[in-house]
């Protein structure tokens, strides 16, 4: 064989930090060797995988062509010395979650991950859907579950679950007290509302159409608890998925209202993994307990 697994290690990390000394670093290796490896590894094949500008290294189309391969012999590789050396067929798990998934679905999930396989180390990062969808496509997820509509040439999206948003008030807003609400009820409202780029706001400008110029929007909030707090206190109404409102419907802190027949608010919760992704244990385990979870 001529190449080594530390030299695609270097390219990797490489890849990643688009940084010589920042590689080495993450390697705990020398600078000099991590240099050495890269420069073994394109010499070996008489090609370069980096176009190098001053001191920043910049993957070039062949690097790109190469890194998903790359990716997902090292992971193979991984996986097959966890199995070796601890008998232990499900490794670490880096997982990344739209804030809705992560701070409701995603905990759980975690949690009886852990107790099949008390070993695992499994990572959680939540943020929106986009920045989600970019950290998977850059290989620094493993996985992530989204709820926002996504196309992506590079991506795998894998429909997991039904979902749905509801529209909320405070009991004591004057909209509480009616019925069924017309275009013109939401029109004049004053909404508290999630952030451009989230899967949420995706769904509610999709459910809104036709409204969305007239809208007054008094915040755009990214987490969740903030926007059900600022609508408990009556700043506005809000738009969340019926995941995040169930217990505050349960105490009676929060209503839901009833909007018209015409306006959808349904979605999908999605998997995506990178279409070059190696499927490992851990990823299929993963898998399988959400979609129990759904059930």
């Known amino acids: 064989m001529r190449y080594s697994f530390r030299q695609l290690e270097v390219f990797l990390a490489a890849a ?10 993450a390697l705990a290796m020398s600078q000099s060797a991590a240099s050495s490896a890269l420069k073994e590894l394109e010499t070996q094949f008489n090609i370069q995988l980096f176009d190098r500008v001053g001191k920043r290294l910049q993957l070039n189309e062949l690097g790109r062509l190469f890194r998903p391969q790359v990716e997902a012999l090292l992971a193979q590789a991984q996986e097959l010395e966890q199995g070796l050396t601890q008998h232990n067929d499900v490794g670490a798990l880096k997982v990344g979650a739209t804030l809705t998934i992560g701070n409701y679905l995603a905990v ?3 949690a009886d991950y852990m107790k099949i396989q008390p070993h695992a180390r499994v990572s959680l990062e ?3 859907t986009r920045t989600i969808a970019r950290r998977v496509s850059d290989f620094e997820l493993d996985i992530g579950l989204i709820e926002g509509e996504l196309q992506s040439p590079d991506l795998e999206v894998i429909p997991w679950r039904n979902d749905e948003l509801v529209v909320f008030c405070s009991p004591s807003h004057p909209l509480a007290q ?3 609400l017309s275009d013109d009820d939401l029109r004049q409202a004053t909404w508290i509302m999630r952030e451009q780029g ?4 995706q769904t509610f400008e999709r459910g809104m159409h036709g409204l969305l110029p007239d809208l007054d929007i008094l915040l755009e909030l990214e987490h969740t608890e903030a926007i059900k707090r600022a609508v408990e206190t009556c700043l506005g109404i809000g738009c969340l998925s019926q ?3 169930a217990d505050a419907f349960k105490r009676g802190s929060l209503v839901p209202l009833e909007v018209p027949e015409h ?5 999908r919760f999605y998997f995506i993994l990178h279409k070059q992704k190696y499927r490992s ?7 399988e307990l959400c979609r129990a979870l759904g059930h």
């Open 281 to 287: 244990a851990g990823i299929a385990r993963w898998m």
């Open 198 to 201: 989230s899967g949420t706001r």
């Open 108 to 110: 759980g999930v975690m």
């Open 263 to 267: 306006r959808q608010f349904d979605r």
């Open 126 to 128: 939540v943020a929106n």
């Open 243 to 245: 995941v995040c409102l």
């Open 16 to 25: 990643h930090t688009q940084n010589i000394t920042k590689a080495a670093s």
């Open 178 to 180: 009616r019925g069924a």
